[in-house]
T-cell receptor, first 114, second 115 residues
Framework: DTEVTQTPKHLVMGMTNKKSLKCEQHMGHRAMYWYKQKAKKPPELMFVYSYEKLSINESVPSRFSPECPNSSLLNLHLHALQPEDSALYLC?????????????FGSGTRLTVV | AQTVTQSQPEMSVQEAETVTLSCTYDTSESDYYLFWYKQPPSRQMILVIRQEAYKQQNATENRFSVNFQKAAKSFSLKISDSQLGDAAMYFCAANYGGSQGNLIFGKGTKLSVKP
C-alpha cells in the first residue's frame, strides 16, 4: 500500500456543524501532516504529527483540532468554521519526520462552509 | 527567511517539445531537500522529482530532469517530449534542515500543453 487515503472527498457543512476529516496511511511513515490549500495558491502547513509529537502552525485557529489515534491515522476535527475556511485540505505523510525521502499526499477533501 | 520562488505563473509548451520551469530558493541551511510536485485538476499532489542538496549530480526521472545550481540557489525543472498529460500546476518545494518536515512551497507554475 503506497497511498494516503483521505475521506470524505467532498464535504459541505454549516457554520454550526461539527465534522471530521480522516487521513490514513499504511506505509509505516512516522510523520503525518495537514495542509490547507486555497484556490490557485500553494498548500500551507497546518499541523505536523511526527514521532508522536504534535506541532501546530500558530496561525491556525482553534476551530481546527487534529487528533492522532495511532501512527497510521490522523484526523482533523472541525467546529464552528467560517466561510473563509472553505478550501482543499490535503493530508501527507513522510517516512521520516524531516521529509528526507519526500512526501506522499492524499487526494484531498474539498470543504465548503455555508 | 526561508523561501521558495517561482517567477513564472503560467507556461505553455507544444506537445513533444521541451519546457523548463524555473525555481529559486533561499536558505542558510546546509542540509535541505528540493522537490517538484505536479498537481493536475484531480488535485492530488504528485511527486515528480527530488534532489538532495549535498548531491552535485542533477536528479533525473524519465522525461523529467533538474538543473540544480547550488551556488545560485536555483532548481529548475526540464520536461522533455512534453505530453498532454503533463498539463498541470507545478510546485517547487523545499524542506530545510531542522524544520520538522515542513514543506515550503513556491506559488506554482501552471503548465499548458498544446496538441
Amino acid at each position: 500500500d503506497t497511498e494516503v487515503t483521505q475521506t470524505p472527498k467532498h464535504l459541505v457543512m454549516g457554520m454550526t456543524n461539527k465534522k471530521s476529516l480522516k487521513c490514513e496511511q499504511h506505509m509505516g511513515h512516522r510523520a503525518m501532516y495537514w495542509y490547507k490549500q486555497k484556490a490557485k495558491k500553494p498548500p500551507e502547513l497546518m499541523f505536523v504529527y511526527s514521532y508522536e509529537k504534535l506541532s501546530i502552525n500558530e496561525s491556525v485557529p482553534s476551530r481546527f483540532s487534529p487528533e492522532c489515534p495511532n501512527s497510521s491515522l490522523l484526523n482533523l476535527h472541525l467546529h464552528a468554521l467560517q466561510p473563509e475556511d472553505s478550501a482543499l485540505y490535503l493530508c501527507a505523510s513522510s517516512l521520516l519526520g524531516t521529509g528526507n525521502y519526500g512526501y506522499t499526499f492524499g487526494s484531498g477533501t474539498r470543504l465548503t462552509v455555508v | 527567511a526561508q523561501t521558495v520562488t517561482q517567477s513564472q505563473p503560467e507556461m505553455s509548451v507544444q506537445e513533444a517539445e521541451t519546457v523548463t520551469l524555473s525555481c529559486t530558493y533561499d536558505t542558510s541551511e546546509s542540509d535541505y531537500y528540493l522537490f517538484w510536485y505536479k498537481q493536475p485538476p484531480s488535485r492530488q499532489m504528485i511527486l515528480v522529482i527530488r534532489q538532495e542538496a549535498y548531491k552535485q549530480q542533477n536528479a533525473t526521472e524519465n522525461r523529467f530532469s533538474v538543473n540544480f545550481q547550488k551556488a545560485a540557489k536555483s532548481f529548475s525543472l526540464k520536461i522533455s517530449d512534453s505530453q498532454l498529460g503533463d498539463a498541470a500546476m507545478y510546485f517547487c518545494a523545499a524542506n530545510y534542515g531542522g524544520s520538522q518536515g515542513n514543506l515550503i512551497f513556491g506559488k506554482g507554475t501552471k503548465l499548458s500543453v498544446k496538441p
